[in-house]
């Protein structure tokens, strides 16, 4: 069974940092391209980042460039993100989800984890 | 960057009833389209990809077509468990993947 859970989100000042994990388990995570989704409460969905299956390639929303960085360990079938200079428009539910690229590439999200809360709040 | 924008906002239909949400690009993004469920509290699910294409075990009364900018996901006989929000999502055209705004189907 595919499982994705994320841990990490907690409290964070403005400005400050947090880190938050995804373990992947019941799939071979080296061929999945992980992403990071966010939700603010009551709203809508929001891609934050996305990494390819090896390291070399990332990508970034515009709203999280320059702040946030997302990272994988394949040996340790997990999934990372970093946050730095935090913010209040930052609060969400953080989600991680994962797309195949075997045979081809296939860029919609087939299973996401439950997801962690993170709120910035002074 | 390709916006998303799901029509209407809120859906009040009747169980056993068909409900029928639109999704609509800013420029085509071919059948690169998928949908996905999310009920309260719970993470989004993959309803259907390639615009028409459902995910591995999503119930046959579930139906999505369109192709370029206009699509349009069917539900044809509400059952309770189908009481959700449902969003799409554009993988034609990224960074950024674009997710609408969302419908709420909610019981009428």
């Known amino acids: 069974e595919v499982q994705l859970v994320e841990s990490g989100g907690v409290l964070g000042q403005p400005g400050g940092s947090l880190g938050l994990s995804c373990a992947a388990s019941g799939f071979t995570f080296s061929n999945y391209v992980m992403n990071w989704v966010r939700q603010a409460p009551g709203k809508g969905l929001e891609w934050v980042s996305t990494i390819g299956t090896t390291v070399g390639n990332t990508y970034y929303a515009d709203s999280v460039k320059g702040r946030f960085t997302i990272s994988r360990d394949n040996s340790r079938n997990t999934l990372y993100l970093q946050m730095n200079s935090l913010r209040a428009d930052d609060t969400a539910v953080y989600y991680c989800a994962r797309y195949s690229v075997f045979p081809l590439p296939m860029r919609y999200f087939d299973s996401w984890g439950q997801g962690t809360l993170v709120t910035v709040s002074s | ?108």
């Not at chain 2, 993470?43 to 192709?67: D, E, K, N, Q, V």
């Open chain 2, 1 to 108: 960057e390709i916006v998303m924008t799901q029509s209407p906002a809120t859906l009040s239909v009747s169980p056993g009833e068909r409900a029928t949400l639109s999704c609509r690009a800013s420029q085509s993004v071919s059948s690169n389209l998928a949908w996905y469920q999310q009920k309260p509290g719970q993470a989004p699910r993959l309803l259907i990809y390639g615009a028409s294409t459902r995910a591995t075990g999503m119930p046959a009364r579930f139906s999505g077509s369109g192709s370029g900018t206009e699509f349009t996901l069917t539900i044809s006989s509400l059952q309770s468990e189908d009481f959700a929000v449902y969003y799409c999502q554009q993988y034609n055209d990224w960074p950024p993947f674009t997710f609408g705004g969302g419908t709420k189907v909610e019981i009428k």
